[in-house]
């Protein structure tokens, strides 16, 4: 049977701040060397899928430099190997039209999906951390002769509010879709991952949700009423990193003891486009715990509890806690780091402080997902050598280190335009 993956990489993540404000999410480096849509991509070549297209829409730049052919995923084929698909006006009277959902998406592109001969459209989210194989679910979608299998996973109560929920007969048949409810009886909660026969697709996004936008909120709730669309429950580890706590927590949960993301899995390789960096080096004065350090890190400081991207230099007296340190940036002596997100490229300066104090006063801008004690430091930007950032503090990209208002920055603040 020929199978169609197509990942859902176009959108834009608000939840993300100022580290989606130059790439996509699934562009974001997530475990030092790898990017999100890194373990998507994996999990397809693993599962013997080697028909892949990749749907971009917003900053698709980053994306594309990173996949480029498809080599490191061996997708770089003549036939089959991996498809990146550009938004585009389909005629005239389209002109200025913009894809404005997943549903939306997949519609602008059936042409692509026709043309492919697939006979299974395997539909995927590029912001989801997890490997999976999906041959189970195929072989599953085929016995219970589906038109449309949705993966699923239990979730707490506690949770359900920010998933698409499921309620599904004795034979795993679904009979109910809410929308991130408030209160449901239902334990399983929609991946994001959706099989499809073909046909069913095309007939359904061109004829009765020809307007849908959605999948999760428009076409699921319907089409469970007039097809056959089935429940496949998965087991594993999985989570969506679309929100800079989930991120961030994602990220930490690498550095327990046993990590419930296994990354040195050789049956289960999730591979990536690596960059040349030479060995981790750490100075004579050096001290490490509890962290993971990519190529290329020169430490000289105390760093515990951190991932530590390619290329990171920390330099004498630094303390780094609890935090993420993304590609070439460098935390100058006697800097302080806790419980921050660095992008890439960043300059701490000397004697300079990140997420200070006790205050967890929210971000105005972002009061529901900045309320935790993060600070961001956007990519590029700069932080003054001696200044005081608070928590939950957002440092916008390619700030310069004389755009600061005082060299102290009180929690919940913005910096930047």
Request: charged content about 20%.
């Amino acid at each position: 049977m020929k199978v169609l993956a197509m990942i859902l990489a176009g959108g834009v993540s608000p939840g993300l701040s100022v580290l989606t404000a130059r790439r996509s999410d699934a562009a974001l480096p997530f475990a030092g060397k790898y990017r999100v849509i890194d373990f998507t991509l994996s999990n397809c070549v693993n599962s013997g899928l080697d028909n892949v297209a990749v749907l971009t829409q917003y900053m698709p730049r980053s994306l594309n430099v990173h996949i480029h052919s498809g080599k490191p995923w061996d997708l770089d084929r003549t036939e089959g190997g991996v498809r990146m698909l550009q938004p585009y006006q389909s005629s005239a009277e389209s002109a200025g039209a913009w894809q404005e959902g997943s549903a939306d998406a997949i519609r602008f592109n059936l042409d692509f999906v026709q043309d492919s001969g697939a006979e299974r459209v395997l539909i995927l989210a590029g912001n989801h951390v997890y490997k999976m194989n999906y041959q189970p679910l195929l072989e599953f979608h085929e016995s219970r002769q589906a038109d449309v299998t949705v993966a699923v996973r239990a979730v707490s109560p506690h949770e359900a509010h920010r998933f698409g929920m499921v309620t599904t007969d004795i034979d795993g048949r679904i009979t109910r879709f809410e929308e991130k409810p408030r209160r449901t009886r239902s334990t399983l909660a929609s991946m994001g991952i959706y099989l499809f026969k073909t046909g069913v697709l095309v007939d359904w996004l061109t004829g009765v949700g020809k307007h849908h936008r959605h999948l999760g909120g428009d076409v699921l709730p319907r089409i469970i009423t007039r097809k056959r669309v089935f429940a496949y429950e998965f087991e594993g580890y999985w989570t969506n990193v679309s929100m800079v706590p989930t991120y961030y927590q994602a990220n930490r949960a690498l550095l327990a003891d046993i990590p419930a993301l296994d990354l040195s899995d050789s049956r289960w390789v999730i591979h990536t486009r690596s960059e040349q960096y030479p060995p981790v080096w750490l100075g004579p004065e050096a001290a490490v715990e509890g962290n993971l350090l990519c190529d290329g890190a020169r430490i000289e400081g105390d760093v515990r509890g951190s991932v530590i991207g390619p290329g990171v230099v920390i330099g004498a007296g630094a303390v780094v806690r609890d935090s993420i340190i993304m590609n070439d940036s460098v935390i100058e002596p006697g800097a302080q780091i806790h419980r921050a997100i660095i992008d890439k490229e960043v300059l701490v300066g000397s004697e300079a402080r990140v997420g200070a104090g006790e205050d967890n006063t929210p971000n105005p801008r972002m009061p529901d997902v900045l309320n935790t004690g993060i600070t961001l430091v956007g990519k590029r930007a700069q932080v003054p050598a001696g200044a005081v950032l608070g928590r939950n503090v957002v440092v916008a990209p390619e700030t310069r280190a004389d755009a600061y208002p005082s060299p102290e920055i009180p929690s919940g603040t913005y910096v930047g335009a």
